[in-house]
């Protein structure tokens, strides 16, 4: 592993990194600067992070450095920094729309750059992250790269003309989900069940259901099969759904997702 990993910018999701990266002791060193103090004494006091004063210490000390700022502050950053960051520095680009071509635009050289798109499930170390290479990263790297993002979820490696597909299917569809958490509840209590308990039956029931996918790699189809009994209650359910459109309004919804991430990444 490589010694020091730094962060600029330590929000919701450069926190997430952080205490993932933290808890699994990939680095001998944590270094983190952000605009708000607040942040880096929480991150100090909790994980034993190094604080920075600057965002050049973080850059200059860094052999891999995440810029976790918003796509809009990312030419400034990189001017600011490009001059004093190491030859070999491994730039993690975790910005909506901007590219690794972008980055090593900005930088104005040939640096190592990973696109990686990770989501808000980081929060509670539960991410999906997907994550590109560039030509200039080598095997070593790559499992440095990945054990980072292991950290705190799960991450696949695709290629960087997919984030698009990325940012609709894993990227922005927790907010999806949380939508029909939702509406489940609301259809619970309406039926007389406790609010409280309402958001647990269904956030569960998602859990699970999310767990039986993954674990049994089962097709979706076959899963929903099990449940809908003959004659029963789900059956009627799933008729319902889909006279009402459910499959198609997630479809038309994450193709406009794409779209919309498409134009982020062509206008700069």
């Known amino acids: 592993m490589k010694d020091t990993i730094g962060f600029i910018g330590a929000g919701n999701m450069g926190g997430a990194m952080i205490e993932g990266i933290a808890q699994n002791k990939l680095f001998k060193s944590i270094l983190v600067y952000d605009h708000h103090p607040e942040n880096l004494e929480r991150l100090e006091k909790k994980y034993g992070v190094r ?17 976790s700022v918003k796509p809009k502050h990312y030419p400034k950053l990189i001017e600011s ?15 909506a729309g901007v ?14 750059v990973i696109k990686a798109m990770p989501n808000t499930p980081a929060l509670v170390l539960s991410a999906m ?32 003309s997919m984030m698009d597909a990325v940012t609709c299917v894993s990227g922005s569809s927790p907010a999806y989900v ?4 939702e509406a489940m509840a609301d259809a619970a209590v309406a039926q007389g069940l406790p609010r409280k ?23 979706p189809g076959t899963l929903k099969d099990m449940v809908c009994s003959p004659g029963g209650t789900t059956i009627d359910a799933v008729c319902v759904l889909e006279k009402m459109g459910f499959r198609a309004s997630i479809e038309s919804a994450m193709q406009a997702c794409a779209e919309k991430s498409k134009k982020m990444t062509e206008v700069k």
């Open 99 to 112: 590219t690794i071509h972008d980055v090593k635009r900005y930088f104005g050289k040939d640096l190592k």
């Open 81 to 95: 920094i490009k001059d004093v960051v190491k030859e070999d520095v491994i730039l993690v680009d975790i910005a």
């Open 178 to 181: 949380f939508m029909m958490i």
């Open 129 to 160: 992250s997907a994550i590109s290479f560039d030509d200039k990263v080598n095997e070593e790297d790559k499992e440095i790269i990945k054990a980072i993002f292991n950290s705190f979820g799960k991450c696949e490696v695709v290629d960087e």
């Open 51 to 67: 604080t920075a004063m600057d965002e050049k210490e973080v850059a200059q000390n860094s052999d891999v450095l995440v810029l």
């Open 197 to 219: 308990q309402a958001y647990t039956f269904a956030a569960q029931a998602v859990l699970g259901s999310a767990k039986l996918v993954l674990e049994t790699g089962m097709h």
